[in-house]
């Protein structure tokens, strides 16, 4: 069964860190692309970045660039993303979604159940 | 950024009905447009790929059209368990950008 299961989540204070983790079952996580998507409570989805298979194609939406990171272990089969300098508008819950490709075209087929991020003093 | 823009952000309707949700792209997609179901405290679930193409185990009452900048979402006859949060998704280019979403409430 495919699964991908979000950690690290919490409370945390403006300017603070957090690093979320995602792990991967039952698929062969080297050959896809990965993406972090959160949605503040009671609003809508919100793509956060991107990073390719191999990790050579990395992308981030304005809001988090400069202050957050996506990486992945390959061999841990688990996904990242380093959260610095956190501020109130980053309270969220935060999933990780696997990308799939149809030819030319991308969707998210797979989603954790995600983890939340609370930002506040 | 492209800007995606879904209509109506709320609908109310009957176990039975036909029911269509819009989404139109600030520039043209071309068919790189996906929708997600989205129910309470659970993570969102893809219905619809590239503009027309139904997942695999989504029903076939869902259906996707459009292409260029505007897309539609139907299903076409409504289950109680469809009752739920809409949204739709270009993949034309990063930043990948959502619709605002679409409540699906029963009347």
């Known amino acids: 069964e495919v699964q991908l299961v979000e950690s690290g989540g919490g409370l945390v204070q403006p300017g603070g860190s957090l690093r979320l983790s995602c792990a991967a079952s039952g698929f062969t996580f080297s050959s896809y692309s990965m993406n972090w998507v959160r949605q503040a409570p009671g609003k809508g989805l919100e793509w956060v970045s991107y990073i390719s298979s191999s990790s050579s194609t990395i992308y981030y939406a304005d809001s988090v660039k400069g202050r957050f990171t996506i990486s992945r272990d390959n061999a841990k089969n688990s996904l990242y993303l380093q959260m610095n300098s956190l501020r109130d508008e980053d309270t969220a819950v935060y999933y990780c979604a696997r990308e799939r490709s149809y030819g030319p075209s991308d969707y998210f087929d797979c989603w954790g159940q995600g983890t939340l991020v609370t930002v506040s003093s | 950024d492209i800007q995606m823009t879904q209509s109506p952000s709320s609908l109310s309707a009957s176990v039975g009905d036909r029911v269509t949700i819009t989404c139109r792209a600030s520039?043209?997609?071309?068919?790189?447009l996906n929708w997600y179901q989205q129910k309470p405290g659970k993570a969102p679930k893809v219905l619809i790929y590239?503009?027309?193409s139904l997942q695999s185990g989504v029903p076939s009452r869902f259906s996707g059209s459009g292409s260029g900048t505007d897309f539609t979402l139907t299903i076409s006859s409504l289950l109680p368990e469809d009752f739920a949060t809409y949204y739709c998704?270009?993949?034309?280019?990063?930043?990948?950008?959502f619709g605002q979403g679409t409540k699906l409430e029963i009347k």
């Open positions: 998704q270009q993949s034309y280019s990063t930043p990948y950008t």
């Open positions: 590239a503009a027309s």
């Open positions: 520039q043209t997609i071309t068919n790189y």
